[in-house]
């Protein structure tokens, strides 16, 4: 019966080794060395789901981290900094509300039934009828009858089960860490990105514009040909044109901006476009865009209007 | 566990079903809890945060100056679309309403000014006050989750009401011609 025992003894302290790391790791402090970040992690992002501002990409988020910044740098505590948040938003902003009320019993109900299960385990794992039966293991088979020994059995499975789901719950939390954290999100990458967006939604003029202003802040010719190719597709050849020679002028051989160009110039110089698009073919044979550059040679007529515009192949993230 | 030899089931034994209790009454409060209305910042009639600055036509606005009129105060950006289909309606309601005290002012969320200017354009409210947030700080001094977002400042100088989201014309009918008075 010592094995029982020991082994018993070995579930229980595994369990609340378990419960106890996961306490820990899911209260203490993350861990983080910027005083932005870790203020920021502990901020909930409001127009997101279960992300926190220092992850979340949404404008709302970057501008909650330029808060906690500017706060930080006026030097306000982090418990200032998330009073001042929670005056805003509503203590539903804290990523760890303050545990009180129904909320406590959320941490309170799980240790109960564990404590329970862990008492009915050993209980029923315990040879019955008191000390009179506490005698050599030859009884065994004959002590508990055949429900009790299979209760056992489920109460042990159920313990190995609980070990394991605490255990599970412990790594899993240890991946959720991110490794590296991602760089906070710029006014010039909010701009590139809501861009692409209206690219996604086929308003070209109006992700034109925002390349445009994310270039007046930052020049950029992975940007600038953005523009360019924005600008194409919203039917302005003249400014996709200018955008695209502005940036040949720097790199000549630019595959993305003679493609541009090329396609510009169909509207606004029809004589020059072949030639530019042949340059085109020649610098980036393998481009995704030259088959479809290379149809569009070789159709005599090409398809008033219907320019394709194919994607640039450099990708602005 | 029993004493007349036969077993109780597992569920009889009390710690067990005491803790199978306690959990299904955990459970079904939490289920059953409505949801809580979120506190701070979102109460209305809190006194609205400071607002002033620099316009987009170069001109200033301090909402404390509009005090004794009642401010519609619409977070919007130029790169959201519903902020777009909004605004001549919001414009159209101070222009309603201007004579009887109600002012217009857009805050213009990290956005860029030619973007905001077309936009005004585009949709015919080229008289509206803009007031530039380019970084959100000043949207995120109004506890603003997402744009649009409109809310109303009343002759004191506290937020009446805030909608999340599109406002609609019922919206502002409700909200705004109770604080207006007598005409």
């Not at chain 1, 044109?241 to 051989?253: A, G, K, N």
Request: with cysteine; aromatic share 4%; net charge positive.
């Amino acid at each position: 019966m010592r094995w029982r025992r020991t082994l018993g003894a070995l579930v229980l302290v595994a369990l609340l080794a378990a419960a106890g790391t996961a306490l820990v790791r899911s209260t203490g402090p993350a861990g983080r060395s910027d005083p932005v970040e870790a203020v920021a992690a502990s901020l909930r992002c409001p127009a997101c789901q279960g992300e926190s501002v220092v992850d979340s990409r949404s404008p709302i988020a970057a501008s909650m981290r330029q808060v906690v910044a500017d706060q930080v740098a006026q030097g306000r505590s982090p418990d200032e900094i998330r009073r001042w948040f929670v005056q805003r938003y509503g203590e539903e902003v804290l990523a760890d509300p303050p545990a009180r009320g129904v909320f406590l019993l959320l941490w309170a109900v799980p240790v109960l039934v564990l404590l329970g299960v862990c008492y009915a385990a050993v209980r029923t794992a315990r040879p019955r009828g008191g000390p009179a039966t506490r005698q050599p293991a030859a009884d065994r088979p004959v002590g508990p009858g055949l429900s009790g020994r299979t209760a056992g059995r489920a109460w042990w499975a159920a313990s190995l089960g609980l070990v394991a789901t605490m255990a599970s719950v412990t790594v899993a939390a240890r991946q959720l860490d991110r490794p590296a954290p991602a760089a906070p999100a710029d006014p010039v990458t909010v701009a590139v990105r809501l861009a692409q967006d209206l690219e996604q939604q086929q308003r070209y003029a109006a992700a034109a514009q925002m390349y445009g202003e994310a270039l007046r802040d930052r020049p950029d010719d992975t940007v600038r040909l953005r523009l360019a190719f924005a600008l194409l597709r919203s039917g302005d050849a003249t400014g996709a044109e200018r955008t695209s020679r502005d940036v040949l002028t720097r790199s000549p051989d630019s595959p993305d901006g003679l493609l541009v160009l090329g396609l510009a110039q169909r509207g606004t110089h029809p004589t020059d476009a072949p030639g530019t698009l042949r340059r085109f073919l020649a610098v980036a044979p393998e481009h995704p865009a030259a088959a479809e550059i290379r149809r569009l040679l070789a159709g005599a007529s090409p398809t008033a209007g219907g320019t394709p515009a194919p994607r640039p192949a450099a990708a602005t993230g | 566990m029993s004493r007349s030899g036969v077993p109780r089931p597992w569920w009889r034994r009390p710690p067990v079903g005491a803790a199978l209790a306690l959990a299904l009454a955990v459970g079904a409060v939490l289920a059953l809890r409505p949801t809580s209305a979120p506190t701070g910042g979102d109460s209305a009639s809190a006194p609205a945060p400071a607002l002033a600055g620099a316009t987009l036509d170069g001109g200033r606005f301090d909402l404390a100056d509009a005090r004794g009129q009642v401010v519609l105060v619409n977070v919007f950006a130029s790169w959201c679309g519903p902020c777009r289909d909004e605004l001549p309606l919001l414009a159209e309601a101070e222009r309603r309403w201007s004579d009887r005290g109600v002012r217009l002012v857009g805050l213009d969320v990290r956005d860029g000014a030619e973007a905001v200017r077309a936009l005004l354009a585009e949709t015919g409210t080229t008289e509206l006050v803009v007031l530039p947030d380019p970084d959100g700080t000043r949207s995120v001094d109004w506890g603003v989750r997402g744009v649009p977002e409109t809310f109303v400042v009343d002759r004191q100088g506290r937020i009446a009401a805030r909608q999340r989201g599109v406002v609609t014309a019922r919206w502002l009918e409700q909200q705004v011609t109770p604080l207006l008075g007598a005409p």
